[in-house]
């Protein structure tokens, strides 16, 4: 967890994702259609990806992709960030 730590406390936005889910694909696509500075690391195409997916296994989502992470702190999957989108809030969090 310290590596994902230090890979999200440097970026505004993060997602941690697969580049074959278009899950994935359609969370980034509405962070970047609302502006969003987004960093992506696609687990299935860097070096230890499959160590870091194994590390997000406790954040309690599963999928373990995409997983977002927001000012450092995780915001959630899928699920949460359309959530945060629908309701209004997703946007001021950003």
Same mark, same amino acid.
């Given at each position: 967890?310290?590596?994902?730590?230090?890979?999200?406390?440097?970026?505004?936005?993060?997602?941690?994702?697969?580049?074959?889910?278009?899950?994935?694909?359609?969370?980034?696509?509405?962070? +970047?259609?609302?502006?969003?500075?987004?960093?992506? +690391?696609?687990?299935?195409?860097?070096?230890?990806? +499959?160590?870091?997916?194994?590390?997000?296994?406790?954040?309690?989502?599963?999928?373990?992709?995409? #997983?977002?992470?927001?000012?450092?702190?995780?915001?959630?999957? #899928?699920?949460?960030?359309?959530?945060?989108?629908?309701?209004?809030?997703?946007?001021?969090?950003?």
């Amino acid at each position: 967890m310290e590596r994902i730590s230090e890979m999200v406390s440097d970026n505004p936005v993060v997602i941690f994702s697969k580049s074959s889910c278009w899950v994935s694909h359609s969370i980034k696509s509405l962070l +970047y259609g609302l502006g969003a500075n987004l960093t992506v +690391y696609d687990l299935d195409l860097i070096t230890g990806g +499959y160590e870091i997916e194994q590390a997000l296994r406790p954040l309690g989502h599963s999928p373990t992709v995409p #997983a977002v992470f927001i000012g450092g702190d995780f915001a959630g999957g #899928a699920k949460e960030i359309v959530t945060l989108h629908v309701n209004g809030s997703l946007i001021s969090k950003l």
